[in-house]
């Protein structure tokens, strides 16, 4: 669970957001949306405990993720980026153990039979297991952003934060780690993931929370943001939309006239 | 996990050997019998045990506290600061304790206070850029090789202008052979004032080996895995500078060690960290040790520097591991 308390970000001396206020429970989906610079990766950051808050506060089921240590921080909320690193020498499989980190001591240098489990399943759950033992270095895009979100799943947490996971995957790829957030988050967990894809956030996510003019502008189900005006009026631009077979609604921008 | 053992074998064969060589190189002839005979014996009396108990062993075990303190150095500062071309001497201390020494030899100090002032004189210069490079909590990596670099220039230009205004007299040689970087007339006492600094720099660097394994992935991840960067950076920062002033203070400036030794390790072991630090640490002493032994050797009665040495074999396995393509391009 994620309560959000009148939360304001700032990026240097710029508010970047100001008193976002929601709740996500456990075993909720979904998609952070809004247009490059909103806000959505600081958000997240936030959430993680990673980038400070200027006033509010955020609670991770029911504690302030200021008051957690750094290690109990990461064994409740797990932060999946596609940040570019150099990484030589460290196999697949070196990459996603670091994600049991928080789960030793720091004496326990020995890798335990729990995380050998772990660390497989979340090899397993994006399908990296193929390639564990290879380099990092010579995985492609795609490829390697499947390994980060398997080092955040490796870390077993409650709550998983992603930016922009679908970013360099071809469609069945980001049709499958969006299909398995979705499974994760019925098993439970909670899952925060900000996408720039609006149909593939309607898809997959419970709600959509929309960020632009500098706050939350909305948290809703997909259908009641995709029908209204303000997503069109987040980004600026002219949509149009359809209903598909079963009813559910998707909008695309509208191409200009001939 | 029979693989670990078998490079854990090797390496400490490494040094043994590296040790042993080291033992037999001298001005007075003596057989590994003899040697042996001596190390076996430590209260006997006798010109062969004094020759090994007073001189060459204390002598390698100078060289393996600087090899294995430079190489541990040199493998963290790289890891922290995710940059392969960092060496131990990045954070000032050695230049700082150039200029103090050569500013304190100039003035006339005695040879025994000199390692004092050179330790105090690194770790002031290592403090001060850390506060340089202090970003919030924790360090700015940037900063740090900026404030580095450019504070270990200012102390070279120091030193330079010392040795320039003291042309004239025998100090300026004195400087310049400390610089060049000598274990000669290294004993026993050096070896016990700096091993508990060099010590808690070590252990540090124990505490410091799961931080750095996951700085790998870089800082945000690290931090996102729950590692306590800022708290791990000072840590690494505190040991470095212990670890670099000890070295500095035993054997003034020793080039390439903690620079070439942490790429030979990684080679060798891989970038965990667990394996890494211990690798270093014996590929650092042996090399160190087999060195020196070399500058004793090569030109007796004299020594060679083993800055002058290190440089000249540094230089090309320097350029060697870096032109050579990465394991995982095969």
């Known amino acids: 669970m994620i309560e959000l308390r009148d939360v304001g970000l700032r990026v240097g001396n710029r508010l970047l957001l100001d008193n976002v206020r929601a709740q996500i429970a456990s075993g909720e989906f979904v998609a952070v949306l809004g247009a490059n610079g909103a806000g959505k990766t600081t958000l997240l950051r936030a959430i993680a405990g990673l980038h400070a808050i200027s006033s509010g506060a955020i609670l991770l089921d029911g504690v302030s993720n200021t008051q957690l240590g750094s290690l109990e921080r990461a064994r409740r909320v797990a932060l999946v980026t596609g940040e570019e690193v150099v990484l030589d020498a460290l196999s697949v499989r070196g990459v996603v153990s670091i994600g049991r980190f928080p789960h030793h001591r720091w004496w326990q240098w020995r890798t335990q039979t729990t995380d050998e489990v772990a660390v497989g399943r979340a090899l397993g759950a994006v399908r990296i297991e193929d390639f564990a033992d290879r380099f990092f270095a010579t995985l492609s895009a795609g490829e390697r952003q499947r390994v980060w979100i398997a080092l955040g799943l490796a870390q077993e947490t409650p709550i998983l934060l992603l930016d922009e996971p679908t970013s360099h995957l071809d469609i069945r790829i980001a049709h499958e780690i969006l299909t398995l957030l979705r499974s994760l988050s019925q098993t439970g967990k909670s899952v925060v993931c900000a996408l720039h894809d609006i149909n593939e956030a309607a898809a997959y996510a419970d709600r959509i929370a929309l960020l632009g003019e500098g706050r939350l502008l909305a948290i809703a189900p997909p259908e009641t943001l995709l029908s209204g005006s303000l997503i069109e009026r987040t980004y600026g631009i002219t949509m149009d939309r359809i209903r598909l077979d079963g009813g559910r609604l998707r909008v695309f921008v509208r191409e200009p006239s001939e | ?330």
């Open chain 2, 1 to 330: 996990m029979a693989k670990h053992a078998a490079v854990a074998l090797l390496l400490i064969s490494l040094v043994l050997l590296a040790g042993a060589l080291a033992l037999l190189v001298g001005g007075t002839p003596l057989a590994p019998a003899q040697i042996a005979e001596a190390l076996a014996h430590p209260h006997a009396t006798g010109t062969s045990n004094v020759i090994i108990w007073e001189l060459r062993l204390p002598r390698v075990c100078v060289a393996a506290t600087v090899g294995a303190s430079l190489a541990l150095c040199g493998a963290m500062l790289q890891g922290m600061l995710r940059n392969p071309l960092v060496d131990p001497y990045l954070t000032g201390v050695s230049a700082a304790a150039a200029a103090a020494i050569a500013i304190a030899i100039a003035l006339g100090a005695s040879a025994a206070a000199t390692p004092g002032i050179g330790f105090v004189a690194g770790l002031a210069a290592a403090l001060l850029v850390a506060a340089l490079a202090r970003r919030g909590g924790g360090i700015d990596p940037n900063r740090l090789i900026l404030a580095g670099v450019s504070l270990s220039t200012l102390f070279a230009a120091i030193v330079t202008l010392v040795v320039v205004r003291m042309q004239s007299s025998n100090y300026a040689s004195t400087i310049v052979a400390w610089l060049a970087g000598s274990m000669a007339g290294r004993g026993w006492h050096e070896l016990a004032v700096v091993a508990p600094y060099a010590l808690v720099g070590g252990l540090l660097a124990i505490w410091a080996i799961p931080p750095l394994d996951a700085l790998r992935i870089g800082e945000l991840r690290a931090r996102a895995v729950g590692v306590n960067v800022d708290r791990a950076q000072w840590v690494i920062l505190a040991a470095s500078s212990l670890l670099a002033a000890s070295s500095v203070v035993l054997a003034g400036l020793v080039g390439f060690i903690g620079l070439i030794v942490p790429h030979l390790a990684r080679r060798l072991v891989g970038s965990d960290a667990r394996s890494l630090l211990p690798a270093c640490v014996a590929i650092g002493a042996a090399l160190c040790v087999l060195a020196d032994a070399v500058c004793r050797r090569i030109v007796a009665p004299a020594e060679l520097p083993i800055g002058v040495l290190l440089a000249f074999i540094g230089v090309p396995a320097f350029l060697y591991l870096y032109l050579r393509p990465p394991a995982h391009a095969n």
